[in-house]
């Protein structure tokens, strides 16, 4: 593998802004990108510098398109001004203080993808097995996964764009960070102090409440660690109890953890904080019909699962993935800050930390972590329905997420910066794992094709020289 692909140093370069405007105009789709990265059937070489949306335009000047990824190009402009040598000062600025520890750069090797049936489940092994053969690979596993949901978020994006959204959202991240979020736990990982994982989100946290983002909450105790079967056996009960509505000093208690004005009364009432929403306080219904159902749904998947792994294994955290929720953010930090406080929030991962600090003694609480830097307007959404489903964080899958990804992004819209959107740009853009991932990337496609054109020219002799040999055979037979 090539880890010294030479890069230009683009912190000295005059950016050409016209990607950035794409990125802050675009309208609210989930893609504005026609970019191909990569498929199979055409060499990648023939796919390279090509811009569907603004392909070969020039603005401002002479143009030069060096590196498309994703449907944002990177470009030198020959035009300057005042205005623009003090943009170039701050994207400077936010690359030198954004570098990174060496974790962050850390280049993808399809060779350090393990596959292991007798710990990883079929999910997971599903997953790695498309990474270990490419992006692209992965990508539409997951797109025909995608389809059944029939996503409200995904209804106008073709596959082509989704394709070329994900391989960019893949390439930037660092390969530890991606193989622990499709087969491991970055919360335990994390609270190892250290380790590349531990590096990575350390340095994100930094990060937080500058740049747009994708993260993950996961219910862990202090180590980080899953709870274990029994101990989700326990919360299932409490869950079932607080739904049913006979043990009222417990939904109280419940209730009480985030709402300190919720009364003995409306528990005695059969009003449950969690379950109501205001369609059913108009209708004077002491819950929602669709949250009962949506909880029951949870603890019948999270039931099944635990009663999938062996008794004696009862005591021990709960293997595989853990339980988790994925969000997008423009401002992961006030973002994270409603969410503990259970305001604007996923009622469902409310009441399970509820359920928690009331009957577990604040053992287990929600972890949150960002794990991808939103660089491209159409990452917001693609980006969180990507990565609800490497995290297996829906309720089907025995996750948080009630809704389809992608469904309530619109804030993404607010960010109209054209120069904070070229800075996000250039940092992904002018650095590893990007950089040199999709040329690798590119690489193995290229091999690919070649091996599938050889193939397809040997097949072509085989068939000229049967049908040779079925001509002499007919000739002879005739003579």
Not at 366 to 372: K, S
Not at 449 to 457: Q, S, T
């Amino acid at each position: 593998m090539d880890n010294k692909t030479p890069r230009r140093s683009l912190s000295k370069s005059k950016m050409n802004k016209a990607a950035a405007q794409r990125g802050a105009e675009s309208t609210n789709t989930a893609t504005g990108s026609k970019t191909t990265v990569g498929r199979p059937g055409c060499p990648p070489a023939a796919q390279q510098g090509v811009d569907g949306t603004e392909g070969g335009k020039e603005e401002g000047g002479e143009q030069v398109t060096e590196t498309v990824v994703g449907g944002m190009e990177e470009s030198i402009c020959d035009s300057e001004d005042d205005s623009g040598q003090q943009n170039e000062a701050d994207m400077e600025d936010f690359i030198s203080e954004g570098s990174g520890p060496e974790a962050t750069q850390e280049v993808f090797d399809p060779a350090a993808v393990v596959i292991e049936p007798e710990t990883q489940s079929l999910p997971d092994r599903k997953y790695l097995e498309a990474l270990k053969e490419s992006y692209l690979e992965l990508s539409q596993v997951i797109w025909k996964e995608e389809q059944p949901a029939n996503r409200p978020a995904l209804r106008d994006v073709p596959p082509d764009a989704w394709d070329d959204v994900v391989i960019a959202i893949l390439a930037t991240l660092p390969m530890t960070l991606l193989l622990e979020l499709i087969s491991g736990n970055i919360a335990r990982e994390y609270y190892k102090k250290s380790g590349k994982v531990f590096d990575t989100l350390s340095y994100y946290k930094t990060r937080e409440g500058q740049q747009p983002s994708i993260y993950v909450h996961i219910l862990a105790d202090d180590r980080g660690e899953s709870p274990s079967c029994k101990a989700l056996a326990e919360m299932i009960e409490f869950l079932r109890a607080y739904v049913k509505g006979d043990d009222d000093q417990l939904a109280y208690e419940i209730d009480r953890v985030r709402n300190s004005h919720w009364t003995r009364q409306k528990a005695k009432a059969g009003a449950r904080n969690y379950l109501s929403t205001e369609a059913s306080k108009k209708s004077r219904r002491s819950v929602s019909p669709c949250r009962v159902e949506t909880l029951h749904q949870f603890c019948d998947n999270l039931e099944s699962r635990i009663n999938g792994i062996p008794k004696p294994q009862w005591e021990a955290p709960l293997p595989g993935h853990p339980l988790s929720e994925v969000g997008y953010a423009l401002n992961a930090t006030k973002r994270f800050q409603q969410h503990k406080d259970h305001t604007n929030s996923n009622w469902l991962m409310n009441l399970v930390e509820a359920v928690c600090a009331a009957r577990f003694e604040g053992r287990l609480i929600m972890h949150q972590f960002v794990v991808f830097f939103i660089w491209d307007r159409p990452q917001a959404i693609i980006g969180e329905c990507l990565f609800s489903k490497l995290c297996k964080s829906y309720v089907e899958d025995g996750g948080f997420n009630y809704t389809s990804a992608g469904s309530s992004n619109w804030t993404i819209l607010q960010l109209n910066d054209i120069e904070q959107w070229h800075r996000f740009q250039v940092h992904a853009l002018s650095r590893p794992p990007l950089q040199e991932n999709i040329k690798n990337y590119h690489d193995r496609m290229r091999e690919q094709w070649e091996e599938r054109e050889k193939a397809k020219a040997e097949l072509i002799a085989t068939r000229a020289q049967l049908e040779l040999l079925e001509a002499q055979l007919a000739a002879l037979e005739g003579g």
